[in-house]
């Protein structure tokens, strides 16, 4: 029979689906915390090892990228962050680096797909799409400790129970929840153990061998590619024009909708800004 209440996060039940090596193998799970990527970063510049996870049922100042606020009710979605540090990697430091949340997006998506047969969008870089509504999202934050190794941690906010009525007014039409799609609520342990798990070998992947088959993964899942957009940078510049495919480093690449018939406009490559789709 369907459950129709979803069971509280439990370190327990998370191990119990774990599969993994690293990710995971060192977890803290909160009742609450102002943010899991703020407690992951000190965690971090303390030393704390690779594969480290920080979970919390709630946030109080859960945050967003471009210094959004992440809005973080308890007992419904995931809040999670992960400590990642570069292991002997066969591919130039940059690439990894731009890399990490891509590759995270889709890890996020392949659980989602596992767990509750839902197959998200990815909206480049990083925010999960269902039925053009954002359901979730990543924050990367770089960083080095005080022995100065470098970690990154990745943190994913991902509305799973979430009742749509629920939303703020603000996020209202724009904003989605999974259980939207599943009509039940789904188990957030066992998604938090599959997120890790589809997430660490696609990790090992990008580091030894880099991304020409997580490109093709990657792209397949993006409807940003193909689509008209705008891109907003932070000093408000703007840019109309058709996203064309990925560069080597994971860079949007965006021609511009050109003035003039017969003139060829070269692509622009695009890190970070906002990405709104206007049509495909
Ligand atoms: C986005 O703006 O789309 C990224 C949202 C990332 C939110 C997650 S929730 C867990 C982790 N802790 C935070 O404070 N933010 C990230």
């Not at 419904?76 to 990697?89: A, M, Q």
């Not at 408000?236 to 017969?262: F, H, I, K, M, N």
Request: aromatic residues 4%; contains cysteine; charged residues 20%.
């Amino acid at each position: 029979m369907m459950s129709l209440t979803s069971p509280p996060l439990a370190e327990e039940e998370i191990r119990s689906t774990l599969s993994t090596t690293s990710l995971g193998q060192h977890l803290h799970l909160h009742r609450e915390l102002p943010s899991t990527n703020t407690e992951a970063m000190a965690l971090a510049q303390s030393g704390a090892q690779h594969g480290t996870v920080v979970v919390a049922d709630r946030q109080t100042t859960g945050r967003g990228r471009q210094g959004r606020t992440w809005f973080s009710p308890p007992g419904v979605n995931l809040y999670c962050s992960v400590i990642i540090r570069p292991t002997r990697l066969r591919i130039p430091h940059a690439d990894w680096l731009s890399w990490i949340p891509l590759v995270s997006a889709l890890a996020a998506a392949e659980a989602v797909r596992t767990m509750a047969g839902i197959r998200l969008a990815l909206k480049w870089p990083n925010d999960l799409l269902c039925r053009d509504r954002k359901v979730g999202g990543l924050l990367c934050e770089h960083g080095t400790d005080r022995g100065q190794r470098e970690f990154v941690v990745v943190g994913i906010g991902l509305n799973v129970n979430l009742p749509p009525e629920a939303l703020p007014e603000d996020l209202a039409g724009l904003a989605g929840s999974l259980i939207e799609e599943s009509h039940h609520p789904l188990n957030r342990n066992r998604l938090l153990a599959q997120f890790l798990t589809d997430l660490e070998p696609l990790l090992d992947e990008l580091g030894t061998h880099g991304t020409a088959r997580l490109a093709h993964g990657y792209a397949s899942a993006c409807t940003t590619i193909g689509t008209q957009v705008r891109i907003t940078w932070s000093d408000s510049t703007e840019l109309v024009g058709l996203a064309e495919g990925l560069g080597r480093d994971g860079a949007l690449l965006v021609r511009p909708l050109q003035p003039r018939r017969g003139m060829d406009t070269p692509l622009v490559e695009v890190r970070a800004a906002d990405v709104i789709h206007l049509r495909r």
